[in-house]
């Protein structure tokens, strides 16, 4: 099956964040993904401050069937959280993203990453930090075909090309044709 992405670029502000980190696996990341969102939910609540943008998660290396990995749980603030039980304050840096939206289930999510890291490539770039899935819509009362889901790679140019200060990002929006198929360093 070949599908295709399109892949932009745009500034991602610094965000503030109530989140938790959990270890996960692929047979457990859906339950894991809800019970620390409930958690960071209870947590704000107890202090009486509310979600200020998207939810997201951001994925701090590879998840496999074997070792598993290490996700946060991030709900954005107005103010800094300064933290209940296991949920704690921090702030998400910014800069520049390379991003897709990708519709449907978290079970068929592997090609839009793809696309994203194919995109990188072809534009000479290098990820600049942790991959992080923003939620678009309710994930609890969307049907899974209809689930929207921005992916988001922090993006640099590479230390020996110059500063991005000396080096535009490309702006405009890039489609890329992949063979859907997950490949093994890619999370979910």
């Known amino acids: 099956m070949l599908t295709t992405q399109d892949v932009a670029t745009r500034e991602q502000p610094a965000q503030q964040v109530a989140a938790v980190r959990r270890h996960t696996s692929m047979q ?25 943008g998207r939810p997201f998660i951001v994925f701090h290396g590879r998840i496999d069937d074997v070792t598993g990995g290490d996700i946060e749980i991030c709900s954005p603030v107005v103010t800094p959280f300064l933290g209940v039980e296991d949920v704690y304050g921090t702030e998400v ?37 942790s991959p992080r899935e923003y939620y678009l819509n309710d994930l609890e009362s969307t049907k899974p075909d209809d689930l929207l889901t921005e992916i988001a790679f922090p993006i640099r140019w590479p230390s020996d090309v110059g500063s991005p200060r000396s080096r535009a990002f490309p702006t405009s929006v890039g489609s890329v044709s992949r063979a859907a198929h997950r490949p093994a360093h890619l999370p979910h």
């Open 93 to 129: 840096p910014g800069g520049t993203i390379a991003s897709t939206i990708h519709r449907g289930s978290y079970d068929e999510i592997a090609p839009a990453y793809a696309a994203i890291i194919m995109w990188i490539d072809e534009h000479g770039l290098e990820p600049a930090g």
């Open 28 to 52: 457990t990341i859906g339950e894991d993904i809800a019970l620390g969102f409930n958690q960071v939910d209870a947590a704000m609540e107890t202090v009486g401050i509310r979600q200020f």
